[in-house]
């Protein structure tokens, strides 16, 4: 029988993982994962290390091993390929360049060591490089490439084989996950565990959860204080779930809905669902055409905004100190729990780089070390789209208003005063913008101006004005 080498990357799972259920049909299998050592603890490291865990014991059910080890991809699949006599390496395609070398590399490897490979589907919806113009370009702009995506084959998910064969390692061939030592015993991520339970059939269960609970009121996604997102994001970023598994169950619920009002709206919220994920695609897609998208802006115009290299603001933003409810309630919470929902994290993002005017690029550092989610692609395709610097994305010159964004997202309150407790007696004409209160509110309130909250860090229409002021310089400069 064929002896295969399956590494994993961001495809921690057992369904449908196109590259390990062929390698079960072909011959006998070694799973591995590579992991790299990483100067920092990152949120999303605290989750890998829990489903790394999980993986480990899914695949022990189907009699495989997993093989963890530290170290260089090339190095290690070096040795892996001569210790264990291994003919193939299996594995599914991807362009995110965290924590392990690219798809080329692998490739290039492979060739010298004369063993075969072979790629498989991408942890996307569809193939890459397959949702093309009528000119067989990639597409730019959102609307069509949606559009051409839901007439395309969305990727079926994969049958896993009725048992594998492993091939059998020695223990010593692996470390224990505990002992890699991801998490760097930091005290940080020990609190994730509150608000998160990494793991693939809880993956499954949170799907289901959403589809029962949720998805009728996916129109009100984006009220933070709602909690209708369903929350999929860190397990479809490391792999726990594959989004054509999801992408099928939608569809199935749209079908399997009998009462025919319950079913329009189904249908409806079911669609607006899967078009966020689309995005995605889109996202995956935008980082195959343009891999320096993470450190380049995609319109060449914004590489010489005038950014501000104000560090003392950026810890203002990233304890969330800047005196803006709504940005503080959002900074706050990502930092508690590594999660904010989309509407949450534009508005942050948009005040970091328009109100603020701090390079995009340490805004999106800092949400690749404190997302509990963080994926490559999605990230680096938010923040060009807040900053405007993408190819489909917001205005540059249509700057949120902060206070109006939390009047309209959190008209209550319950969410600013969920995360931000010193605003808890603060009637709610004030709570969206408590500068604006009365000497004598404040003091009811037991707020100081300076010491229990802080004064807004910038003003809104000037801040608004100055950011336009300096977007018109590359304006003209393009
Ligand atoms: C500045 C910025 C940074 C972001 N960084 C990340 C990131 O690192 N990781 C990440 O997964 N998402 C990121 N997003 C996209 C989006 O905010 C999250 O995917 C979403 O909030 C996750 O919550 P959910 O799973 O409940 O979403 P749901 O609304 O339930 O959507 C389901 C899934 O669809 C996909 N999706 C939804 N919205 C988007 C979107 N706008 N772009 C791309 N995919 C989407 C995600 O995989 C998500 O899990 C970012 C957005 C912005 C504005």
Same mark, same amino acid.
């Given at each position: ?12 799972? +057992? ?6 259920? &062929?390698?079960?049909?072909? @011959? ?16 999303s490291?605290?989750f ?8 480990? &014991? ?14 260089? +991809? ?13 003919? *193939? ?20 490897? $492979?060739?010298?060591? *004369? ?29 069509? =490439? ?50 998160w ?5 809880? $993956? ?5 959860? /959403? ?22 994001s860190p397990y479809?970023a490391v792999? $726990? ?31 607006? =669902? ?30 010489? /905004? ?31 729990? @590594? ?9 942050? *993002? ?22 509990i989610d963080?994926?490559? *692609? ?12 993408? =190819?489909?994305?917001?205005?540059? /010159? ?15 309150? +319950? ?24 000497? $004598? ?20 229409? &000037? ?16």
């Amino acid at each position: 029988m064929k002896r295969i080498l399956v590494l994993f990357r961001n495809d921690l799972r +057992t369904n449908d993982h196109p590259a390990l259920n &062929q390698a079960g049909k072909d @011959g006998e299998v070694l799973p591995v994962y590579i992991t790299h050592a990483r100067q920092q603890v990152h949120a999303s490291d605290w989750f890998l290390h829990y489903q790394l865990i999980d993986l480990k &014991q899914s695949l022990r059910q189907l009699n495989l091993p997993l093989l963890v080890v530290k170290g260089d +991809t090339v190095s290690v699949l070096q040795q892996f390929v001569d210790e264990f006599k291994i003919e *193939a390496i299996y594995l599914n395609q991807t362009y995110i360049e965290t924590a392990y070398e690219g798809d080329q590399v692998i490739l290039e490897l $492979a060739k010298k060591l *004369a063993v075969q490979i072979k790629f498989f589907q991408p942890n996307t919806l569809v193939a890459f490089h397959t949702i093309l113009t009528n000119q067989n370009q990639h597409y730019k702009v959102f609307t069509p =490439f949606w559009k051409r995506l839901i007439q395309a084959d969305i990727i079926k998910p994969t049958r896993a084989p009725a048992s594998y064969h492993a091939i059998n390692v020695s223990e010593s061939s692996s470390q224990e996950i505990e002992q890699l030592n991801l998490l760097k015993d930091s005290d940080w991520t020990a609190k994730f565990e509150h608000y998160w339970k990494p793991g693939e059939t809880y $993956a499954h269960q949170l799907l289901e959860q /959403f589809i029962n609970h949720a998805l009728p009121h996916y129109n009100e996604k984006e009220y933070p204080s709602l909690d209708i997102a369903s929350r999929l994001s860190p397990y479809i970023a490391v792999g $726990a779930i594959s989004p054509r598994v999801i992408w099928d169950r939608i569809v199935e619920e749209m079908l399997l809905t009998e009462d025919q009002q319950d079913r329009i709206i189904i249908e409806k919220q079911g669609w607006a =669902f899967l078009r966020q994920l689309a995005w995605r695609d889109f996202a995956y897609q935008q980082l195959a055409v343009y891999p320096d998208a993470k450190r380049k802006a995609l319109k060449e115009n914004f590489n010489q /905004f005038p950014w501000l290299k104000d560090h003392q603001r950026f810890d203002a933003w990233k304890k969330g100190e800047t005196g803006y409810p709504l940005v503080d309630a959002g900074m706050r919470e990502l930092w508690e729990t @590594g999660w904010i929902n989309n509407r949450v994290r534009m508005v942050v *993002a948009s005040f970091l780089v328009k109100h603020l005017r701090i390079d995009w690029r340490w805004g999106q550092a800092w949400f690749e070390e404190t997302l509990i989610d963080h994926d490559q *692609a999605n990230n680096v395709l938010g923040w060009q789209w807040v900053t405007g610097s993408g =190819f489909d994305a917001a205005p540059y /010159f249509r700057v949120f208003n902060p206070i109006r964004q939390a009047e309209k997202f959190d008209p209550d309150g +319950t969410y600013i005063k969920q995360w931000l407790p010193e605003l808890t007696d603060l009637p709610i004409a004030y709570v969206h913008h408590p500068s604006k209160a009365p000497k $004598a509110i404040l003091e009811q309130a037991n707020l100081e101006w300076g010491q229990t909250y802080p004064a807004p860090l910038v003003e809104h229409d &000037q801040a608004r004005k100055q950011a336009l002021a300096a977007y018109d310089m590359i304006k003209e400069s393009k």
